[in-house]
């Protein structure tokens, strides 16, 4: 007769830090817990032994899954919007302001608020070739103004003063 004494440990779950990094298209991820993450990134997949990973950001969404060399550690996952840029010049304008969109999205869709928050009006635009909308301010009142900019790429809101 034997007799056995067995230990069943359970693994450390993973830990995973993320932040951007400034003024750049980067994702830093620090990981802990494992000796081995899988990350999958939109369709992209990569593996690393390394406590520090860069991830690259594309435009738009970005769905981030991290799990260990165990799907028991956990599963760490977030979601990114990483925006192309808008310019809006000239700011102040008196008549009319070009609004420049980056990117590649065909469909923008362009909202107007007063400083109250209220909304003016809602447009949809078809992007030309030189990424610029006009802007029609003249018959609007001397003050602040919010444009809202929306597409696949573009989530973001710029200030408008009218003088």
């Not at 369709?43 to 594309?58: I, N």
């Not at 060399?69 to 977030?78: K, L, N």
Request: hydrophobic share 35%.
């Amino acid at each position: 007769e034997q007799c056995f004494n067995v230990v069943i440990s359970e693994p450390v779950d993973i830990t995973v830090l993320s932040s951007l990094v400034n003024n750049s298209q980067d994702l830093n991820l620090n990981l802990n817990g494992s000796t081995n993450y899988n990350i999958l990134h939109n369709d992209k997949y990569y593996t690393t032994s390394d406590s520090k990973f860069v991830l690259p950001l594309d435009k738009g969404l970005n769905f981030i899954k991290v799990v260990g060399d165990r799907e028991c550690q956990g599963i760490y996952e977030e979601t990114i919007f990483n925006s192309e840029d808008i310019l809006l010049s000239p700011n102040p304008a008196v008549n009319t302001s070009s609004l420049w969109v980056g990117g590649n999205d065909e469909d923008v869709t362009i909202s107007m608020f007063d400083s109250a928050g209220r909304l003016l009006w809602v447009k949809d635009n078809d992007m030309n070739s030189s990424r610029n909308i006009d802007i029609q301010v003249s018959n609007l009142r001397p003050g602040l103004y919010y444009l809202k900019v929306d597409s696949e790429t573009v989530k973001k809101t710029a200030k408008l003063i009218k003088k």
